[in-house]
């Protein structure tokens, strides 16, 4: 499933998600609650608006793809449902709720040049990082908190690399410990921006095999892409 990149806009006010989700529940329709809802959704940096009057629902256990060319707003409408930038109108929901309340459901994997890759961690601290949800961040990762940050590792072929530093890898592998890191939430809803962009043959087949599987076992999955000439093959 395929989205044209035709947005431009900014995020959510919470109250108004609350008072839809209310309304909802009033209702009692036996409709499935889409992964991600978005009602009238305005985005803007500064004063100029980057999104505008965005509509849509994404169903649950799809493979979705936003399609568009750079500066269409595909990376911000991704934000904007995660809370990283603020809405000037609208509102966002996750499984029926504000994304507060579903944080812990939501896997999200950013752009690699987004990233500060000089900063000094592992890639297992990396991966352990989307478990504070459920370890708190005030207290130590325990042995089965490890134990899944490997088996996440693994699952994308980076569990040997699980002790060198995030710097040391290369732009592939960095790519498949943050899919690692998204694999340990157990999310329900995946967010990927641009998973494909600049990796290697080896990380690009690690996404495939992974983006299959997540839709075989009922997840979601967004992922910003630009390629018309593979999101046919890929999504």
């Given at each position: 499933?395929?989205?044209?990149?035709?947005?431009?806009?900014?995020?959510?006010?919470?109250?108004?998600?609350?008072?839809?989700?209310?309304e909802a529940a009033r209702a009692g329709t036996a409709e499935a609650v889409p992964a991600i809802e978005v009602?009238?959704?305005?985005?803007?940096?500064?004063?100029?608006?980057?999104?505008?009057?965005?509509?849509?629902?994404?169903?649950?256990?799809?493979?979705?793809?936003?399609?568009?060319?750079?500066?269409?707003?595909?990376?911000?409408?991704?934000?904007?449902?995660?809370?990283?930038?603020?809405?000037?109108?609208?509102?966002?929901?996750?499984?029926?709720?504000?994304?507060?309340?579903?944080?812990?459901?939501?896997?999200?994997?950013?752009?690699?040049?987004?990233?500060?890759?000089?900063?000094?961690?592992?890639?297992?601290?990396?991966?352990?990082?989307?478990?504070?949800?459920?370890?708190?961040?005030?207290?130590?990762?325990?042995?089965?908190?490890?134990?899944?940050?490997?088996?996440?590792?693994?699952?994308?072929?980076?569990?040997?690399?699980?002790?060198?530093?995030?710097s040391q890898l290369s732009g592939g592998q960095q790519q498949r410990v943050f899919l690692a890191r998204a694999?340990?939430?157990?999310?329900?809803?995946?967010?990927?921006?641009?998973?494909f962009a600049g990796v290697d043959a080896t990380t690009e087949r690690a996404i495939l095999t992974l983006l299959?599987?997540?839709?075989?076992?009922?997840?979601?999955?967004?992922?910003?892409?630009?390629?018309?000439?593979?999101?046919?093959?890929?999504?």
């Open positions: 499933m395929t989205i044209p990149g035709i947005f431009r806009a900014r995020v959510t006010p919470e109250a108004d998600a609350e008072k839809a989700a209310e009602h009238d959704l305005t985005v803007a940096y500064r004063t100029q608006p980057v999104l505008w009057d965005v509509d849509l629902q994404l169903p649950e256990g799809k493979l979705i793809a936003i399609v568009g060319p750079n500066g269409a707003g595909k990376s911000t409408l991704l934000k904007a449902v995660l809370g990283l930038v603020p809405a000037v109108t609208g509102w966002v929901q996750i499984f029926g709720e504000p994304y507060a309340r579903r944080r812990s459901w939501v896997g999200y994997v950013p752009q690699r040049e987004s990233v500060d890759w000089d900063f000094p961690t592992s890639a297992l601290d990396v991966v352990t990082m989307g478990l504070y949800g459920q370890i708190g961040w005030f207290r130590r990762p325990g042995k089965r908190h490890r134990e899944t940050a490997l088996a996440s590792l693994e699952k994308v072929g980076m569990r040997e690399y699980a002790h060198r530093q995030i694999l340990a939430q157990d999310a329900r809803l995946f967010l990927m921006d641009e998973p299959k599987e997540l839709r075989a076992t009922g997840r979601t999955v967004v992922a910003v892409h630009h390629d018309l000439q593979t999101v046919a093959e890929y999504f």
